[in-house]
Antibody, heavy 122, light 109 residues
Framework: QVTLKESGPVLVKPTETLTLTCTVSGFSLSTPRMGVSWIRQPPGKALEWLGSIFSNDEKSYSTSLKSRLTISKDTSKSQVVLTMTNMDPVDTATYYC??????????????WGQGTLVSVSS | SSELTQDPAVSVALGQTVRITCQGDSLRNYYASWYQQKPGQAPLLVIHGKNNRPSGIPDRFSGSSSGNTASLTITGAQAEDEADYYCNSRRDSSGYHWVFGGGTKLTVL
């Protein structure tokens, strides 16, 4: 059974750094062509892809947020960590940890964590 | 703004067929995936690739693509299909970057 669970602070202050941890089970972070993405959703708004990390440690980031984001993984702990610097109230959102799978030349997001709502306020 | 464009809202009568569309240049090169999201829940993958349904997704959900437009069709919509639907695809070949559509709110009348 594949599960992903996000953990981290529910409230951060403006200019602070957000660190979220995703703990996965039911699959390995070293499985070829598999990866984990972070996706967020501001209240009442659309989904936004933030970044991804693959089993070979290849990483990619949203162009607009690249300077603020870092994604890393600890395969032995089955954890993926998202760091976002210089948080602003517009970053208030539910942050999802999502598995990337691959089939027939297509990548897709097949398992989603429950999400964690992060509010940015002083 | 999204690089994939969806109609904000669509409605369908119970038991009828509805098509939800998604437009964008990336769809000329990459298949869309489709996600269903109900209030207070995480998104759920319903279609990926050319027209693949994950286990547990009813066969009334299907996907298709033509040119720069991807479509999600629900044949015989049920009350439980009322939800927000998001399309998503890789952005381009310059790396593993993804984009989402703005979402379509489906109302089942």
């Amino acid at each position: 059974q594949v599960t992903l669970k996000e953990s981290g602070p529910v409230l951060v202050k403006p200019t602070e750094t957000l660190t979220l941890t995703c703990t996965v089970s039911g699959f390995s972070l070293s499985t070829p062509r598999m990866g984990v993405s972070w996706i967020r959703q501001p209240p009442g708004k659309a989904l936004e892809w933030l970044g991804s990390i693959f089993s070979n440690d290849e990483k990619s980031y949203s162009t607009s947020l690249k300077s603020r984001l870092t994604i890393s993984k600890d395969t032995s702990k089955s954890q993926v960590v998202l760091t976002m610097t210089n948080m602003d109230p517009v970053d208030t959102a539910t942050y999802y940890c999502v598995r990337i799978d691959y089939y027939n030349y297509v990548y897709y997001f097949d398992y989603w964590g429950q999400g964690t709502l992060v509010s940015v306020s002083s | 703004s999204s690089e994939l464009t969806q109609d904000p809202a669509v409605s369908v009568a119970l038991g009828q067929t509805v098509r939800i569309t998604c437009q964008g240049d990336s769809l000329r090169n990459y298949y869309a995936s489709w996600y269903q999201q109900k209030p207070g829940q995480a998104p759920l993958l319903v279609i990926h690739g050319k027209n693949n349904r994950p286990s547990g997704i009813p066969d009334r959900f299907s996907g298709s693509s033509s040119g720069n437009t991807a479509s999600l069709t629900i044949t015989g919509a049920q009350a439980e299909d009322e939800a927000d639907y998001y399309c998503n695809s890789r952005r381009d070949s310059s790396g593993y970057h993804w984009v989402f559509g703005g979402g379509t709110k489906l109302t089942v009348l």
